[in-house]
């Protein structure tokens, strides 16, 4: 759940530009058939098996629209959810509730995918120390939400952004001109209690890597072979991550490397949404 001072500065003004995106001027088709005051009500239903993730964000929508709405929940953030199951119940002046229902879902429907996407491929590391990433590979503007999904999910979150932490990528250490020399800028630059991580290809960056004392090493596009015989140069002098192009249905053939952290961007670019519905509206 959001703190209430991250809710304020953070995550409503995004919201409130996802409602303005939907409505820029006024609603016609709400004001077509409702075109007074009415306090109503609707279902919130799940439509297929999954975990839920963002009831918070969801109620808020409406709160947005109409201060006096309110939801009622059956279920909490992280929980198993069933197809059928009703979840919730939304109150509120029905204007409202049909002016903000497609944004409280597209926010509910893809936190809840990501969460369940992440769920599952959390589950596939049960029982090693392997901890599992998410990326900066969210939509924009909706980073916030997606990384708070990975969390609920079972996942955990790399650097939230570029401020974060030091991640010296390919073209950084093309930049600086060796990796050695990279790892060298960002011990100057980088205030001391920042671990510096470094991107590396071949088994020759990841010796220039270790040799420069770099604190975790990402192993990026290796085939197997390679990051064993990579895990094995490191030998413990360095945390050790794997990257690229690492799915759910890849999981499973990485986890026996006994790496400290796998990093997966399909957590939230590649998550297909947990399908949801506001339904049964109607005046009460």
């Not at 969801?58 to 109409?66: A, C, K, Q, S």
């Not at 001109?177 to 790892?183: F, L, P």
């Not at 270790?210 to 990402?218: N, Q, S, W």
């Given at each position: 759940?959001f703190d209430?001072?991250?809710?304020?500065?953070?995550?409503?003004?995004?919201?409130?530009?996802?409602?303005?995106?939907?409505?820029?001027?006024?609603?016609?088709?709400t004001n077509?058939?409702?075109?007074?005051?009415?306090?109503?009500?609707?279902?919130?239903?799940?439509?297929?098996?999954?975990?839920?993730?963002?009831?918070?964000?969801?109620?808020?929508?409406?709160?947005?629209?109409?201060?006096?709405?309110?939801?009622?929940?059956?279920?909490?953030?992280?929980?198993?959810?069933?197809?059928?199951?009703?979840?919730g119940i939304?109150?509120?002046?029905?204007?409202?509730?049909?002016?903000?229902?497609?944004?409280?879902?597209?926010?509910?429907?893809?936190?809840?995918?990501?969460?369940?996407?992440?769920?599952?491929?959390?589950?596939?590391?049960?029982?090693?120390?392997?901890?599992?990433?998410?990326?900066?590979?969210?939509?924009?503007?909706?980073?916030?939400?997606?990384?708070?999904?990975?969390?609920?999910?079972?996942?955990?979150?790399?650097?939230?952004?570029?401020?974060?932490?030091?991640?010296?990528?390919?073209?950084?250490?093309?930049?600086?001109?060796?990796?050695?020399?990279?790892?060298?800028?960002?011990?100057?630059?980088?205030?001391?209690?920042?671990?510096?991580?470094?991107?590396?290809?071949?088994?020759?960056?990841?010796?220039?890597?270790?040799?420069?004392?770099?604190?975790?090493?990402?192993?990026?596009?290796?085939?197997?072979?390679?990051?064993?015989?990579?895990?094995?140069?490191?030998?413990?002098?360095?945390?050790?991550?794997?990257?690229?192009?690492?799915?759910?249905?890849?999981?499973?053939?990485?986890?026996?490397?006994?790496?400290?952290?796998?990093?997966?961007?399909?957590?939230?670019?590649?998550?297909?949404?947990?399908?949801?519905?506001?339904?049964?509206?109607?005046?009460?």
């Amino acid at each position: 759940m959001f703190d209430p001072v991250t809710m304020k500065l953070n995550v409503e003004p995004l919201i409130l530009s996802a409602l303005q995106e939907d409505i820029t001027s006024d609603d016609v088709s709400t004001n077509s058939v409702m075109p007074h005051a009415q306090a109503g009500e609707a279902d919130l239903i799940c439509k297929q098996d999954g975990i839920i993730c963002g009831l918070q964000v969801f109620e808020r929508v409406f709160t947005l629209l109409d201060a006096q709405a309110q939801a009622e929940f059956f279920a909490e953030d992280g929980d198993t959810v069933k197809c059928g199951q009703r979840i919730g119940i939304v109150r509120g002046d029905i204007r409202s509730l049909l002016c903000g229902e497609r944004t409280a879902l597209n926010y509910l429907q893809r936190m809840s995918g990501i969460a369940t996407y992440t769920h599952e491929t959390a589950s596939l590391l049960a029982g090693t120390k392997i901890k599992l990433l998410d990326t900066r590979k969210t939509s924009p503007n909706n980073r916030i939400f997606e990384k708070y999904a990975v969390r609920t999910g079972g996942g955990n979150n790399h650097r939230y952004n570029l401020t974060d932490g030091v991640l010296l990528k390919d073209n950084h250490i093309g930049a600086a001109g060796s990796v050695k020399k990279a790892v060298e800028m960002a011990k100057e630059y980088a205030p001391f209690v920042r671990k510096i991580e470094v991107e590396v290809e071949t088994l020759e960056m990841v010796k220039e890597a270790v040799l420069a004392g770099a604190d975790i090493i990402m192993l990026d596009n290796m085939d197997y072979d390679q990051m064993k015989e990579a895990i094995a140069f490191i030998a413990g002098r360095a945390e050790v991550e794997i990257s690229g192009n690492v799915t759910k249905e890849r999981i499973a053939g990485l986890k026996d490397l006994g790496v400290d952290y796998i990093s997966s961007g399909a957590l939230t670019h590649s998550a297909p949404i947990l399908d949801l519905s506001l339904k049964n509206l109607h005046a009460v």
